[in-house]
């Protein structure tokens, strides 16, 4: 299995970016695909997850401003960000549950992690 994120970037208060996680050796709709991220000196966080059901999930610093979706024909997920402030910079990590555990916020249950990509978002 490998999980493929790119599109980070630096952007400007206010501004956009969408982030995509490639995968191989998986099915996305059998499998709970989220983003992570973390900041310097922080811990790992959820920043969304999408069920193999395709019900979504945010955490509460991102929820109205970014919007999780995938595309099975593509075996891709996408993370689209609006509204970015400073404190969404971080590097962001996709990360697959095979299991589809139950809490999708915790880090702990994901069995697969791609290789991260940085945003930079700049006062």
């Known amino acids: 299995v490998q999980l493929q994120a790119s599109g980070g970037g630096l952007v400007q208060t206010g501004g956009s970016l969408r982030l995509s996680c490639a995968a191989s050796?998986?099915?996305?709709?059998?499998?709970?695909m989220a983003w992570f991220r973390q900041a310097p000196g922080k811990e790992r966080e959820v920043v969304s997850a999408?069920?193999?059901?395709?019900?979504?999930y945010y955490g509460e610093s991102v929820r109205g401003r970014f919007t999780a979706s995938r595309v099975n024909a593509e075996n891709t997920v996408y993370l689209q960000m609006n509204s970015l402030k400073p404190e969404d910079t971080a590097v962001y990590y996709c990360?697959?549950?095979?299991?589809?555990?139950?809490?999708?916020?915790?880090?702990?249950?994901?069995?697969?992690w791609g290789q991260g990509t940085l945003v930079t978002v700049s006062s």
């Open positions: 999408i069920r193999w059901s395709g019900s979504t």
């Open positions: 990360a697959a549950d095979r299991d589809r555990s139950v809490s999708v916020s915790d880090a702990r249950v994901y069995d697969y």
């Open positions: 050796g998986l099915t996305l709709n059998r499998n709970t």
